[in-house]
């Protein structure tokens, strides 16, 4: 048996360090667990570094006076390089790596509500595992969640606008709006630019996606065949000696316990994979309100209706008593756009925005780069009502508080809690920006919102802060589907703080946008699809 060398030593210290502190990323996981499976030497320090974790920690609640701080401290793995590792009983060694491997109690994941980052989109001849699906078309999937298919395809959309289509037999984990996990089957992955860095892991190999499209073919064994039809991936194999592998059109390659080896049937399997099944998608009726903003003068602003039951809906400038109607029309983004002046704002319907129902706005922005803090407020604005809920007001707006995510950059308030971006806004250039909301029915998290930033999926949700405008009064009339644009709601309907900034081509959908119809809205100003009837679901064949 090879002895650890120092090198070793520190790099697997290291990995222990890391699993104590819940900090290791999918690849350092797949580095130690390889390094569990085909080590003994590893395995004895594993068990000693742990167990001398556990008496820290033990030692140091017996001696703390005082009552623990609120958030959970843990004993450091230290080095110790002089270790001498005498023979450890088996017994020891498969208590601790069956506890390395367990999943967390279902007490400790029933305590967080379900973390939604992907959608089932297409379906074709599809049959589930022991007959019983475990999602239905359009449904949500959630963090952990597993798809156990025996025959047919399934799609799903990441939230991050990668697409996976899956063929059956085969076993696929949702890992986040970034990635999932193989463990068995056929896949074949689309990843546009806005979603590069999306990734695929199996026990052999992690891939990470580059902008491309590429399969994977994964067997229980664990050997992982991965075939790039478009672009490049990067290629991880979880052999501790191997470096990432570059992987460029038309190549492809082995991954297995035995190294990475190429594929002898590659070009039959190339040939296999050329042509794409044809599925079946289901979407809503959609139903579209579209501002253009392109008048030149006046103090309304006309909407295209696509869908809706109202013959026309008109944006309608209020606060103008300080300021020209003509100075909130500008040159937009596309022709023209309403401008903000710290004073003005406006107001407009749109049928079932007050309910608890999926929805989406898209809209393009500009901040200017001397916008203060004061003028921060949101962009847009209006209340949501449920009898079980409660009501709540929503505001699209950028930070302004240092404290909570970086000064400018997107911000989403909601009942419940709030999301944030990274990408500043306020540079006084034109960004797109699209707020996609999904129904919950948990009166702590009554809503679930992603935000895309220039077509990227950007923020995740956290609770609001204390004293925060979560709730409105029970009296107020949030049920009129009114739409504020560049003021702030409170408790007397609308407040004194205005958004300063420019808005053009702004779009309210009833329903929730796929990441790549939020791209052609930024990039052609359109849908790419057929609005449906308004008592017909939609439904359309690729």
Known sequence: MNRLSDKEILELNELCNGLVDETLSERQQARLSHWLRTSAEARQFYVHALGLSASLVHYAAEMQAEASEPARSRAKVIPLFAWVFGPLAAAACVAALIWFVRPKSPAVAESRPPEYVAQLTGLKECSWLNNAPVTQPGDRLFKGQRIEVTAGFVEVTFDSGAQVVLEGPASFEIRSAWGAALARGTLKASVPPQAIGFRISNPSVEVVDLG???????????????????????????????????????????????????????????????????????????RLIHWSFDEAAGETFEAENLGVSIASSVARLQGTSDSSPAAAHAAGRRQGALRFDGHVYASAQFPGIARYSPHTVAFWVKVPKDANLANAYAMLAWGVNSQTLGSHPIHVAWNRNPNEATVGVLRT?????????????????????????????????????????????????????????????????????????????????????????????????NRALEPQEIVNLMEHNQLQITVASANKPESRNE
């Open 413 to 509: 308030d909601y009942g419940g809690g709030y999301a944030v971006g990274s990408t500043p806004l306020r540079d006084g250039r034109w960004h797109h920006v699209a707020v996609v909301f999904f129904p919950g029915s948990d009166p702590d998290h009554p809503l679930e919102v992603n935000q895309y930033v220039d077509g990227r999926l950007e923020g995740e949700g956290r609770p609001s802060p204390p004293g925060s405008d979560i709730f409105m009064r029970a009296n107020d009339n949030v049920s009129d589907d009114a739409l504020w644009l560049g003021c702030r709601l409170g408790i007397n309907r609308v407040r004194s703080e205005r958004f300063f900034g420019e808005m053009d081509e702004l779009f309210i959908a």
């Open 212 to 286: 491309t499209e590429f399969t994977m073919s994964a067997d229980l064994s664990g050997t992982a065949d991965v075939l790039v039809l478009k672009g490049q991936v990067e290629a991880q194999p979880s052999s501790a000696d191997r470096q990432p592998i570059v992987l460029r059109e038309m190549e492809s390659r082995r991954f297995g316990n035995s190294g990475v080896t190429a594929l002898r049937d590659g070009q039959k399997q190339f040939a296999r994979i050329a042509q794409p099944p044809s599925l079946d998608h289901f979407l809503p009726p959609t």
